[in-house]
């Protein structure tokens, strides 16, 4: 069992239908065991591991330890003063190590995650495709990344303060609890992360051609308009300043993938001898209008006669019974 999920004995091109479901099921054994491995690491050094995620409530407190002092706006006078994380229950204390070997189980599984995945699928793929398949889950790792590190970096102390911020205006003392924190800190990198992926999955959608390029550039009021209420939902306080810089860039990463996608559509469609512009196969082709023609039936000329022809006599009904004007 050991030495089949290390490698395999066996090309996939040569499994069999119940072989490709049992090298799936190994599959999803190795991204859980990495994943496990995570929140073992977690759990053995359950210090070092919730110090680093108290960085952003640090850099709420101190904005000027911050790598992006300059986006934090000063701490309120409660915030500043606001001690250690308190939690009540000691099944809170589980659930901070638990949220804590969660979001490090998940930093490790996802590159082996991407490729398991990328290795699953790639016999159903072409030479050429085969090619632009490690980019690409390189692309959506690294995006990914950048998605955690905006919300681990700004998002995170920005909504630290913009709360803080609310409950002084209503003249409350707040008590942060940790087990609440520490969910809010991972669970907003993790959908901040996977967030940012969503350019990748326009470029897969345009490469299935299961959408047209053309019709999602033409949709793009409704995009933004989408895009801004994900933003909104993701973000815990949907405030102008994060909400903007926001919809910004993921309405960047929307136009960059229609830019892609329909280059990578144009070289597929031409590989495959098709018309470049997908919105051609809606105009008939030339050769189709030829046929068409040839096809319309034709319309009967008269015929001129060489020569008058006689007209025949027309016949007359006969006598009606009793008529006698026929004798005259």
């Given at each position: 069992?050991l ?49 680093l ?18 986006a934090?706006?000063q ?6 003063k ?11 204390v ?5 949220y ?6 998940v ?9 398991e ?11 050429r ?17 950048m ?6 970096y ?6 630290i ?10 003249k ?5 609890q940790?087990?609440d ?5 991972v ?11 969503f350019?990748?999955?326009l ?5 299935l ?15 933004l ?10 973000t815990?306080?949907a405030?102008p300043?994060?909400l903007?810089?926001?919809t910004g ?6 136009l960059?993938?229609v ?5 990578i ?9 098709d ?8 105009l ?20 001129t ?11 007359t009904?006969?006598?009606?019974e ?7």
């Amino acid at each position: 069992m050991l030495s089949t999920l290390i490698r395999r004995n066996k090309s996939r091109s040569e499994m069999s239908f119940l072989e490709h479901l049992d090298d799936l099921r190994i599959s999803l054994i190795r991204v859980a065991v990495v994943f496990a491995i995570g929140m073992v690491t977690a759990l053995v050094f359950y210090r070092e591991t919730p110090a680093l995620l108290n960085m952003p409530l640090e850099w709420a407190k101190h904005p000027e330890t911050s790598p992006l002092a300059f986006a934090l706006s000063q701490p309120g006078e409660g915030l500043v003063k606001m001690g250690e994380l308190k939690e009540f229950t000691f099944m809170g204390v589980w659930k901070v190590l638990m949220y804590a070997g969660f979001g490090v189980g998940v930093a490790l599984a996802s590159p082996v995650f991407l490729y398991e995945t990328a290795r699953f699928v790639g016999p159903a793929l072409t030479d050429r495709e085969k090619s632009g398949l490690v980019p690409f889950c390189g692309a959506a790792l690294i995006l990914f990344l950048m998605g955690a590190a905006l919300a681990f970096y700004w998002l995170s102390p920005m909504s630290i303060q913009i709360w803080q911020h609310f409950a002084e205006g209503m003249k409350m003392e707040v008590t942060w609890q940790a087990s609440d924190y520490y969910a809010f800190v991972v669970m907003m990198c993790l959908l901040t992360g996977l967030t940012f992926q969503f350019p990748l999955a326009l470029i897969v959608l345009m490469w299935l051609e299961l959408v047209r390029p053309k019709t999602l550039l033409k949709s793009w009021r409704g995009m933004l308009v989408g895009i801004m209420m994900l933003v909104a939902v993701i973000t815990p306080i949907a405030e102008p300043i994060s909400l903007l810089v926001m919809t910004g860039v993921l309405f960047g990463f929307y136009l960059a993938a229609v830019a892609v996608g329909t280059v990578i559509v144009r070289r597929k469609r031409v590989a495959r001898g098709d018309k470049p512009n997908p919105e051609d196969d809606d105009l008939p082709d030339d050769d189709d209008e030829a046929d068409d023609q040839d096809d319309r039936p034709r319309r009967s000329q008269p015929v001129t006669p060489s020569e008058p022809v006689a007209a025949k006599p027309k016949s007359t009904p006969p006598p009606a019974e009793g008529d006698l004007s026929s004798l005259d």
